[in-house]
């Protein structure tokens, strides 16, 4: 019957509505963590632009450029890849958007021969991911995505150094998304090992180089640059993530609240067009008895109560 | 002259100062106005920096400073400022340190000692 229908929309409005609540709340929450995330991006940028510019100056006044971090190997056999994800999914595509941009790169440059890659995992969805499409795993990092701390940054870089270091990856590739907006985010793919040395020797901006006086000597002290260098780089990497991660999931969010609105007026409509039938259908049947009534005392009286009549 | 204390995780410092003092790992080093460009690694120290109206010390867990243009720019990794530390764990962290000498490795004593030390030489609490 018509009420039992009513009563079925009307649990489902409901469900729909506190989902709204929780997708609005989580849309309100990714919203104020996307302005922390890109003050962070904007505080840790002075520190790396510094960085920069001192290996620039160190290479200007004539350091090598033999450190190990800096050389290229001439045989590129196995490739390690970083892939920075978020631990928590419900941000559309942000997950398998990095994810998927890493597999087809390992895929394309090694065949997916295990010997051939490292995969080194930040987030719980990188790991998941990998791990159930029986990928070998080097390292996997958690806990670290929402708010990477330069400490996180330091444990994750040092990893990799020691991996390249060693030998055991002749490259290493940093896959991240990149925050270019509130609005844009981009997937990319950047070198990480060897540090590339374009981007650190290039002229310094403004002039002539000064004379400058090193302590120690200049390769003593890129020695102890480079190391922080990378740091700094996938530091950088990590925050632009976090901020993608939020902005990501606040789109999302909020098209889920805009969906469920969406819903919820469809089943109102619905909801209001059975309650509606329901009562014309009691008010026709009341009508239709009413008439009934009506008809049969407009007829002559039974028998019977004639004869009551005489009798009395 | 220009004094800037970066960590990666934020600007520390940033004003006009008069000196600033360091060591670099080859011994401490000052730094007045004018100073020549020069680009030194620092050790485990308190660099203190004085202004017009006083002094700002800060510890400073290895790093770097680069002197350019009258402006000197000190990079760390670790960085504090006085007013940050909590000089009750850093002296908890100390004596930690200093019940286990014996149980860890030479330089990861000595380096965890010197950064207790410094803490709470920066903070004052020495």
């Known amino acids: 019957m018509a009420g039992g229908q009513e009563r079925v929309l009307k649990r489902r409005i409901k469900s729909f509505q506190s989902m709204k609540k929780i997708t609005r709340a989580m849309e309100l929450i990714a919203a104020s963590r996307i302005v922390k995330a890109q003050q962070r991006v904007s505080a840790a940028r002075p520190y790396s632009e510094q960085i920069t510019e001192v290996i620039r100056n160190l290479a200007a006044g004539g350091a090598g450029s033999s450190h190990p971090l800096l050389a290229e190997r001439d045989e590129v056999r196995s490739i390690g890849y970083v892939v ?54 080097e390292a996997s990092f958690t806990g670290m995505s929402d708010q990477p701390t330069y400490d996180n940054a330091r444990e994750v870089a040092e990893v990799i150094m020691k991996a390249f270091e060693e030998g055991q990856v002749d490259r290493v590739d940093l896959a991240y998304t990149q925050f270019l907006s509130v609005g844009t985010q981009r997937v990319v793919i950047r070198r990480f090992m060897p540090i ?97 009534l009506a008809q049969g005392a407009m007829k002559e009286p039974p028998d019977y109560f004639r004869e009551h009549q005489e009798t009395a | ?90 002296r908890q962290r100390k004596e930690e340190f200093e019940r286990n000498v014996e149980h860890w490795d030479d330089a990861e004593v000595e380096a965890g000692l010197r950064r207790a030390h410094v803490r709470l030489e920066v903070a004052g609490a020495v």
Not at chain 1, 251 to 258: I, P, V
Request: a negative charge; glycine letters at 8%.
């Open chain 1, 196 to 292: 590339e040395q374009e981007s650190i020797t290039e002229a310094p901006s403004e002039g002539p180089t000064a004379d400058y006086e090193f302590e120690p000597s200049p390769d003593g002290i890129l020695d102890r640059l480079l190391p922080r260098y990378a740091e700094a780089r996938l530091f950088a990497a990590m925050l632009d993530a976090a901020a993608s991660e939020h902005a990501a999931r606040q789109r999302a969010m909020k098209s889920a609240t805009d969906n469920a609105e969406e819903l919820i007026k469809v089943l109102n409509r619905q909801m209001n067009r059975a309650r509606q039938e329901s009562i014309t259908t009691e008010i026709m049947e009341i009508v239709g008895g009413a008439e009934a």
């Open chain 1, 84 to 137: 920075v994800t978020a631990d928590r999914g419900l941000a559309g595509g942000y997950n398998s958007g990095v994810i998927r941009a890493a597999e087809r790169a390992l895929q394309a440059e090694t065949g997916g021969d295990p010997s051939r890659y490292k995969l080194f995992l930040l987030g719980k969805k990188a790991r998941d991911y990998f791990s159930y499409r029986g990928y070998q795993i």
């Open chain 2, 1 to 90: 002259m220009q004094v800037e204390l970066v960590s990666p995780e934020r600007i520390l410092y940033s004003g006009e100062a008069e000196m600033v003092i360091c060591r670099t790992v080859s011994g401490d080093i000052a730094f007045l106005d004018h100073h020549a460009p020069f680009i030194g690694a620092l050790d485990i120290c308190v660099v203190r920096i004085k202004t017009a109206n006083g002094e700002e010390k800060a510890a400073v867990h290895g790093g770097f400073v680069e002197v350019r243009d009258n402006r000197v720019i000190i990079l760390s990794d670790v960085a504090e400022l006085a007013s940050q530390i909590d000089v009750e764990q850093a």
